[in-house]
């Protein structure tokens, strides 16, 4: 194609897809300022980036960001754990709202330990009150301070368990810190444990297990639920809406979407745009009319 001609042709589509953007109708997603509902949300946004769509984020707390949407200053919001952990945010708001995707099931945190400590000396929580374990274990939980939910939830099960009289403690620290001292202490075989979302990246790696008998503080196997405004399916394209009704998603997928982004310091956005073009088959469902 000669040089004259091309130049035409990109300046015509950069004329056409800048008018597109510049005349497009905005959508507003709320969503926790966790990894793994940046995760969600980068895939959300690409679809409706692809359908002709602005996409404006906003992070908060789930208490927030509901309100918000209960008002209509946001249009969607994920992603909600129901029936358990955020029904008290989801419910004082449920009449204006709408259940609209199940993104996936079983949403779940708990405490994790490294699978090098046998399971035969720590299996439940309340293992971690034994003597001999007390002994053998660090006492400081680290947690990353990223997910405010997940470090409430610790508090919640340290209390209920009794663990800060067996002389543990919580301490709050930056993500990048996080992942420096859990990499320490399992490079050195370190005795410890440490809370966690099913979601996380380091769930792929096979490296820990779940302690059990911790639901009552991280309110486990909820359904994550992707929540709008009952006004924004008026707002929104018929076809659009079916799209977005059919982003089921898994716990796994979710957490590889992670991984690509840490393993490669990449935005989540650009992470979910690899993870997508990965998977052709899924986003063809999505994307169908039938």
Known sequence: MPKKLLSCCTLLLSILVFGNI???????????????????????????????????ETK?????LLSML??????????????????????PFKENLKLITA???DASSFFVIPRYIPRSMVNKVEDLTKPEIIEKM????????????????????????????????????????????LKEQLENKNWFFTPMTKLHRLNLTKKFRVITGTEEAFKQKDTAWLV????TERKIATHIFEIISKMELSTKWVAEINQMAYENDWPHYVAARV???SHP??????????
């Open 228 to 231: 709008a405004n009952k006004k």
């Open 60 to 64: 908060g707390d789930s208490e927030i």
């Open 281 to 290: 088959y899924t986003v063809e469902y999505w994307i169908s009319s039938e």
């Open 103 to 105: 993104l996936y099931d």
């Open 275 to 277: 993870w997508m073009a």
């Open 70 to 91: 209960d008002r209509g200053e946001i249009d969607f919001y994920l992603s909600a754990w129901l029936p358990k952990r955020d029904a008290n945010s989801y419910t």
């Open 138 to 181: 660090n006492k400081k939980i680290i947690l990353d301070g990223q997910d405010s939910v997940l470090t409430k939830q610790a508090e919640e099960a340290v209390a209920i368990h009794n663990l800060d009289k067996a002389g543990y403690n919580l301490s709050v620290i930056p993500s990048s810190e996080w992942d420096v001292q």
């Open 22 to 56: 510049a005349h497009a109708l905005t959508i507003k997603i709320g969503h926790n300022d966790t990894s793994y509902d940046a995760a969600t949300s980068a895939l959300v946004k690409v679809v409706f980036e692809r359908s002709g769509y602005n996409v404006r």
